[in-house]
């Protein structure tokens, strides 16, 4: 047998990591459990991780017991998938959603090595818009949890095009075996339809601007294929806001212009509204949901199908208002301040 050949560390200039790539203790956590508890002890995310937001809110409202068939729509990391686990105690199943094949074949993997295998966990490469094709299967859940918000993986990878903040291929796909890339989206885009789709999907004030700077820049050939070539554009567009606004104006517009091209893009909208409409049909009465937004489009849209359905007598009980993250857990994980959750039981 070959001996394994020494892998060197990676080299990179200054005294820490900056770029993705470079943090190869944070993408190795069962290697460097240390400097995991480092990174997330000064309040970040490490580097290919995901930290779970409202663990403590959504177990004690699902109230899950040994023996009992639950559904997590939105694998991810496994965060919140592991602790349902915990709770079932080696008794009952869960079944286990995602449509990205890279992550959900890594979370897998590391559930099984925990001892998460077939007998409980089913993980299936689908979309949570098919519940009802997954519940043909497994029957009606005692209770179903949907995390709407994109996984920290993705956003920090720069490969996946997440991200305004480091350059990489203009994508956001959720599945990049399927569908078309931001860019290509933005090439086949009128300037108004642009205009358009950043009002609706993210609220963008400065729609009109953006979509003209980026409409004429293509039409005199200049490219937009990478983030950075995105963001630059954007800050041409902003070009007109005085000095000292501009930083923070061009960092909120690249956030929201970032937001609307993924909604765009996997048509996230359109899949949360086809969840909302099944997700009554594969409950078991009393069978208990919560779902956690990241924004207020997706937010209006699960609150008002809720009340539509609670007064229709399809939902005994919903949540009346939303459930926030603790100060606390907002002070260790930043990307948890936006979070919403929502709950409903089953009549």
Not at 127 to 141: L, M, P, T
Not at 166 to 172: I, Q
Request: positive net charge; contains cysteine.
């Amino acid at each position: 047998m070959a001996e394994e050949k020494h892998q060197r560390r990676v080299r990179y200039a200054g005294t820490h990591p900056r770029s993705y790539k470079e943090k190869y203790k944070e993408l190795q956590p069962e290697k460097y459990a240390d400097t995991i508890s480092k990174v997330i002890q000064k309040g970040s995310t490490p580097a290919g991780m995901h930290l779970s937001i409202c663990v403590k809110e959504i177990l004690d409202f699902l109230q899950i017991k040994p023996g009992q068939k639950g559904l997590d729509a939105t694998l991810g990391y496994g965060g919140h998938t592991q602790e349902m686990l915990k709770c079932l105690n080696g008794q009952g199943h869960l079944y286990a959603l995602d449509v990205d094949p890279i992550e959900s074949a890594k979370t897998k993997e590391r559930l099984g090595k925990l001892g998460y295998g077939e007998d409980i966990l089913s993980v299936r490469l689908q979309n949570f818009a098919e519940i009802d094709a997954v519940s043909r299967e497994a029957g009606k859940f005692d209770f179903v949890l949907a995390d709407l918000g994109v996984s920290s993986m993705q956003i920090d990878n720069p490969e996946r095009g997440f991200t305004y903040k480091a350059e990489g291929p203009l994508d956001l796909r959720m599945n990049p075996q399927k569908g078309i890339s931001a860019a290509e989206r933005l090439r086949e885009m009128s300037q108004e339809e642009l205009a358009g789709m950043l009002i609706e999907n993210s609220d963008e004030p400065y729609a009109k601007e953006i979509s003209r700077t980026v409409i004429t820049r293509q039409k005199r050939g200049v490219k937009i294929e990478t983030t950075i070539q995105l963001k630059e554009a954007i800050e041409e567009a902003l070009v007109f806001l005085p000095a000292a606004e501009q930083k923070e104006a061009v960092k909120k517009s690249c956030q929201r212009t970032f937001q609307a091209l993924r909604i765009d893009v996997n048509r996230e909208y359109e899949v949360l509204y086809d969840f909302l409409e099944k997700l009554p049909d594969v409950l078991v009465p009393g069978g208990r949901v919560a779902i956690l937004t990241f924004h207020s489009g997706e937010d209006r849209l699960v609150k008002k199908s809720f009340k539509q359905m609670k007064k229709a007598g399809i939902y005994q009980d919903i949540s009346t208002e939303v459930i926030r993250p603790s100060a606390e857990e907002c002070a260790r994980n930043g990307r948890a301040r936006s979070t919403k959750m929502r709950w409903a039981i089953r009549a």
